[in-house]
């Protein structure tokens, strides 16, 4: 590409030199920008990493967020040593009230958005939060690096009215999971793509089963076919894929948990979108359509004989769903929602596990103030699943400590619904669980991303071959 531009370069000079200087100001724009983004190797400076331990706090004007600023290699690893200048963008209606380990906080350059650090490695800040319902973000940035952000939403407290009357006591999970959600599947055998172990080519499935794993998880859109669905025509991760997953899944002699996004598209904390159908209803049409379509795809499931063993009723809601009825700052409407959910699923199947899915593994103030309101709002369900990313979810400690908490103040078991590094140790605390609250874990799509048990041409890998028939020798198989 550069040698097609030289030669433009040149014959340019004959013809306008304010085209010469405009084209040489791109290419020499373009050569930055590909060498800034060009992968580092090891120990270098890649990234500065921004780790909240709340994404949601209490518009009050006292609520205050700890988080934690450091700068990574292309690895993930911390680099305790690195010394260099980031700049702290805030917006949204909060305050930094104080930057610890970067020098005297007072002689921090700094306007009402922005404050200019030397980092050294790492430092810890503290965020207050305003008096106004806002989205608040936080951008650390340095030059040459990925930049680092986090959104926090702000939520205004009232009285919290119940769901239901009834009481409801959480089944328990019978044995132990590991789990995988493999919903990519589908498009890596679109594109032709086979798996193998020990040079034989099986269904991959039956690798998984046969090197320990005993649960697949799939996540299912209600329109992934339309315009701006997650699969536009094709349809990936829709009702009629998911049913043909199920069968594949029950084939293996596993066992199933299906992951309502209620969104044409992925839902996480930074978007759960309305899907299009659902646009413009008002409330009670809107918890509706969601129970309908809830008993619909159960229903379609359980007359193939392929009923989900456990199911969510939201990904990764911890700042709630279907938004703008269902956000975290309107908590009546998401527990009403999330009940429509619940009796969805048990009106086809009572026997099937409930699970809340919230992306706070590190975070247990949140954690139980999301859980507390749904206590309080008499929401029933019986598992609590957590996402796990150290980038975004702190330390295992951290990890280990919230899942401990948890188990002790809820009567709910407790699992890690998603993770993808740090495989031993993450196992280790989901399977150590206090007060027989443990269940296990369900990795994320570890066919085709991160550290994929599977090698990009197919062939199982170490973490197939080794790792997962340790853990699965550790805590199943006894």
């Not at 608040?136 to 926090?152: C, H, P, Q």
């Not at 299912?220 to 009629?240: H, M, N, R, T």
């Not at 706070?360 to 139980?368: D, I, P, W, Y």
């Amino acid at each position: 590409m550069l040698y097609h531009m030289h030669s433009m370069l040149f014959h340019g000079l004959k013809r306008c030199g304010l085209l010469v200087f405009l084209v040489l100001f791109t290419a020499g724009a373009l050569f930055a920008q590909q060498n800034r983004w060009k992968p580092k190797p090891p120990g270098v400076p890649s990234e500065i990493q921004v780790t909240p331990y709340k994404t949601t706090m209490i518009a009050n004007g006292k609520d205050e967020a700890l988080i934690n600023i450091k700068i990574i290699d292309s690895k993930g690893d911390s680099l305790a040593n690195a010394q260099i200048p980031v700049v702290l963008h805030l917006s949204g209606d909060a305050k930094i009230v104080n930057i610890m380990d970067a020098g005297d906080f007072a002689a921090i350059p700094h306007t009402d958005t922005t404050w200019q650090i030397n980092l050294h490695g790492s430092c810890r800040l503290i965020l207050r939060a305003g008096t106004t319902l806002s989205r608040i973000k936080l951008e650390a940035k340095a030059d040459s690096l990925y930049t680092g952000s986090t959104e926090i939403h702000t939520v205004q407290l009232g009285i919290a009215h119940v769901v239901t009357h009834d009481k409801y006591k959480p089944k328990k999970i019978s044995g132990k999971i590991l789990g995988a959600d493999i919903s990519f599947l589908p498009q890596l055998e679109s594109r032709g793509m086979k798996f193998a172990d020990e040079g034989v080519q099986r269904d991959a499935m039956e690798i998984m089963k046969a090197h320990g794993f005993n649960y697949i998880r799939l996540r299912i859109f209600v329109d992934p076919a339309q315009p701006k669905g997650y699969s536009p025509v094709k349809g990936f991760c829709g009702l009629e894929q998911t049913k043909q997953m199920a069968k594949r899944i029950k084939t293996a002699g596993m066992k199933f948990l299906l992951d309502f996004h209620y969104s044409d598209y992925w839902a996480d904390p930074q978007q759960q979108n309305k899907p299009a159908a659902w646009v413009g209803e008002d409330f009670p049409a809107l918890k509706t359509s969601l129970y309908n379509y809830t008993v619909d795809v159960m229903q379609q499931l359980k007359d193939q004989g392929t009923t989900p063993d456990m199911v969510q009723v939201g990904n990764e809601i911890n700042h709630g769903m279907i938004w703008p009825d269902g956000a975290i700052g309107s908590l009546d409407s998401l527990a009403q929602l999330i009940y429509e959910g619940v009796k969805g699923v048990k009106q086809v199947s009572p026997e099937t596990i409930i699970m809340l899915h919230i992306a706070l593994g590190g975070q247990n103030a949140e954690a139980r103030f999301f859980l507390d309101n749904m206590k309080e709002r008499n929401v029933p369900f019986d598992v609590i699943g957590l996402s796990y990313y150290p980038k975004w979810h702190g330390t295992p400690a951290d990890l280990k400590y919230n899942m401990a908490d948890l188990a002790k103040r809820y009567p709910q078991q407790v699992m890690v619904a998603e993770y993808s590094q740090l495989k031993r140790e993450v196992n280790d605390i989901a399977f150590n669980v206090p007060n027989g609250k443990a269940v296990g874990s369900f990795i994320w799509e570890p066919k085709s991303t991160w550290e994929g048990i599977f090698d990009k041409d197919g062939k199982a890998n170490d973490y197939l071959d080794v790792v997962y028939p340790e853990i699965a020798g550790k805590y199943l198989n006894h």
